[in-house]
C-alpha cells in the first residue's frame, strides 16, 4: 500500500537504508549531500507544488534533469558529478519504493547510466552548442512552401512559421488547438507538453495571419490546428516527414555540417531574441523553460558577435607590415 509521504518525512530514514544497503558512512553522506540539490529544486523550481512523493511523475524528473543541465551551463558541475547526483536520485526512489510502497518511476530510466559521460564528451565542443538557423536560409525555406503547389502547403507553413516565431517544440505544435487561439485579442495559449506548464502569449502577427489562412481552409469540426490528409490530428511520424520534406527541398541543408532538426528552430528563436536583449523572463513565457538558467547556453558567442573584437587593433596596427 502506497504511503503519503512528504521529502522531509522520507529523507530521515534514508540514511538508514543506506546503511542496511551496505554504504560506507563517506557514500551514505555523498548521497544525503546529493539529495540536497534535489530538495533545493522541489522548493525553488517546482515552488513546492509536489507536497507529498508519490505525486512526482516523470514530467517533474524531466524537468531535474534539464535542471542538472544548467549547473554544467554555469561550469559549476562536470557531466559526470550530475550523473553521479541523478544516479543518487534513482536510489532515493528505490528506498521510496521498498520503504513506503511508492512507485519506482525511475527502475527504467537509463539517464546517467556510464555511457552517457562518454557520449556527452563525445559531443564537446562546437557540437554542444545549439545550432542556429540563419535568416537567409529561413526565408529561403519559407518561399519554397509558399510558392509549391503541394495541397497542404498552408499547413506546413504555418508549422514553421509556428516554430519560427514562437520556438515552440514538436509537442507544442501537435498539441495546438483552435480554442487555444484568441484573433481577436491577438492571443495565443501555448502547452507545453515536456515541462506540465503552458501560458498565454501575444499571438505574433506572422503567425496570425498564417493562422487565418489556415482556418479559411479547414474544417469547422476540426479541434486540432494540424491536421493529416486522412483528418485525425497530426502524429509525430508525419510531423517529422514533412519537416524533412521541406529541408530537403528547400536545399539549406548544406549550409550546416549537423542535421537541420525542429528544436533548431527553437534555438533560433531564443538565439535571436537575446541579441536584441529580451529578457529571459518574457523568453521563457514562449519557451515554457522553468527557469531562466536554461538560457544560459544561447548566451554563446557566434562569428558575426566578434567583430568589435576582430576590429580591436584596426587603428593602431598598419596594415604594412603585411
Not at 146 to 154: C, E, G, R
Not at 218 to 232: A, I, K, L, P, W
Not at 244 to 267: E, G, L
Not at 279 to 304: F, M, W
Request: net charge positive; charged share 25%.
Amino acid at each position: 500500500m502506497t504511503k503519503i509521504i512528504t521529502y522531509t518525512q522520507a529523507l530521515k530514514k534514508f540514511s538508514h537504508f543506506l546503511y542496511v544497503e551496505g554504504c560506507a558512512t563517506s557514500t551514505a553522506k555523498a548521497y544525503l549531500s546529493d539529495m540536497q540539490l534535489f530538495e533545493y529544486f522541489l522548493k525553488h523550481k517546482l515552488k513546492n507544488k509536489i507536497r507529498y512523493l508519490n505525486n512526482l511523475t516523470t514530467c517533474e524528473i524531466q524537468q531535474y534533469k534539464d535542471f542538472l543541465f544548467t549547473y554544467i551551463d554555469m561550469g559549476k558541475y562536470d557531466i559526470t558529478t550530475i550523473q553521479r547526483k541523478f544516479n543518487t536520485l534513482k536510489t532515493f526512489f528505490r528506498y521510496l519504493n521498498k520503504t513506503y510502497g511508492i512507485e519506482n518511476i525511475l527502475i527504467d530510466d537509463r539517464w546517467g547510466n556510464k555511457g552517457m559521460a562518454k557520449k556527452f564528451k563525445i559531443r564537446a565542443g562546437e557540437d554542444s552548442l545549439p545550432l542556429t538557423i540563419d535568416s537567409s536560409d529561413i526565408n529561403t525555406l519559407l518561399k519554397c512552401i509558399s510558392s509549391s503547389t503541394d495541397k497542404l502547403k498552408y499547413r506546413d507553413l504555418t508549422i514553421f512559421i509556428m516554430l519560427i516565431t514562437t520556438g515552440a517544440r514538436r509537442s507544442d505544435v501537435l498539441s495546438l488547438k483552435w480554442s487555444h487561439i484568441n484573433f481577436y485579442k491577438d492571443e495565443l495559449r501555448l502547452i507545453h507538453i515536456k515541462n506540465c506548464n503552458g501560458g498565454i502569449v501575444k499571438l505574433p502577427p506572422l503567425l496570425k495571419s498564417a493562422l487565418s489562412k489556415l482556418l479559411a481552409l479547414s474544417s469547422f469540426t476540426d479541434e486540432y490546428v494540424f491536421m493529416s490528409r486522412q483528418g485525425n490530428p497530426l502524429s509525430e511520424s508525419a510531423f517529422n516527414d514533412l519537416f524533412h520534406k521541406w529541408i530537403s527541398k528547400s536545399n539549406i541543408q548544406h549550409h550546416y555540417t549537423r542535421n537541420i532538426i525542429p528544436h533548431a528552430f527553437r534555438h533560433t528563436f531564443i538565439t535571436d531574441c537575446i541579441r536584441k536583449d529580451i529578457s529571459s523572463e518574457k523568453i521563457i513565457e514562449y519557451t515554457g523553460h522553468t527557469s531562466s538558467d536554461a538560457l544560459i547556453v544561447y548566451k554563446h558567442l557566434v562569428p558575426k558577435d566578434h567583430e568589435s573584437i576582430a576590429n580591436l587593433h584596426t587603428d593602431t596596427l598598419s596594415s604594412l607590415y603585411l
